[in-house]
């Protein structure tokens, strides 16, 4: 949870979602394992990862179910990760899905059908609700690392899900150039960093200027990291434990 008190935790979902991010078919499914580990450990970012990445009918982990059920609302990122969890347990990514084919194929009676189908969930008041406190955050701290947060879980969501959004996206390059002044001020910020290279490698989707290979390169950076002793050792007591399962 980077944007109050930086734990060694954060730091561990930064090394993995930049392996995530930059993930290649060749690299294998561990990573994976390793996120779902550091969402057991009760890192929120883990935790609304480790939800976006399911689908439905995916064996879930009770452990991080138990973790996020007792997660307060009162913060956008646990706010998130309720969130994220709430579409799986009422199918939204098949509605999500079925949406967009209706779209594409011109089906303007099934787009209507399946767009109030979604609205009518308790995951979409909590995606809307979300994405309000969020802002609301930012316009009180003008923290652009929560711009930043905000650009993803706006850009993950159905167009129609959004607030008033056109222009606060045109804050891409007001977000980044903030990133970039907060950077030279304190290069060893491993937060800024991480926004700013998310920042730069999706600039393609928002900006006539994508700075696409300067983000890559800072990711490649940050996935190169070891992980800390509290998660390696969990992940070793995991595998430990898997193993004399099979035996």
């Known amino acids: 949870m980077f944007e109050n008190k930086f734990t060694e935790l954060d730091n561990d979902f930064i090394t993995i979602w930049s392996k995530i991010l930059l993930l290649r078919k060749k690299d294998g499914l561990d990573i994976f394992n390793d996120l779902e580990r550091l969402a057991e450990l009760g890192q929120v970012n883990a935790v609304q990862a480790y939800y976006s990445v399911l689908e439905e009918g995916d ?3 009770s452990v991080i179910d138990k973790i996020v059920d007792d997660f307060p609302d009162d913060d956008f990122d646990f706010l998130l990760a309720k969130t994220y969890k709430k579409q799986l347990d009422e199918n939204y990514k098949i509605l999500f899905r079925a949406f967009f084919k209706s779209y594409f194929s011109n089906d303007y009676e099934k787009q209507l059908k399946v767009k109030k ?3 009518d969930l308790q995951s979409f008041q909590l995606l809307c609700k979300t994405k309000q406190m969020c802002l609301e955050q930012f316009n009180k701290t003008k923290d652009p690392i929560i711009l930043e947060r905000f650009f993803e879980i706006a850009s993950g969501s ?5 607030l008033e959004e056109k ?3 045109q804050k891409y390059n007001f977000a980044r150039k903030n990133l970039v002044s907060k950077l030279q001020e304190n290069p060893d910020n491993l937060q800024v960093l991480f926004a700013l290279g998310k920042n730069l490698y999706f600039s393609s989707n928002f900006t006539l200027f994508p700075k696409t290979k300067q983000g890559k390169q800072i990711l490649l950076k940050l996935k190169s990291r070891p992980y800390s002793k509290t998660l390696q050792k969990h992940i070793n007591e995991c595998k430990k434990d898997d ?3 099979e035996k």
């Open 59 to 61: 064996n879930r982990n």
């Open 117 to 119: 189908q979604m609205m």
């Open 158 to 162: 159905t167009p129609w899900a959004n």
């Open 167 to 169: 222009e606060i996206f």
């Open 243 to 245: 193993s004399q399962k």
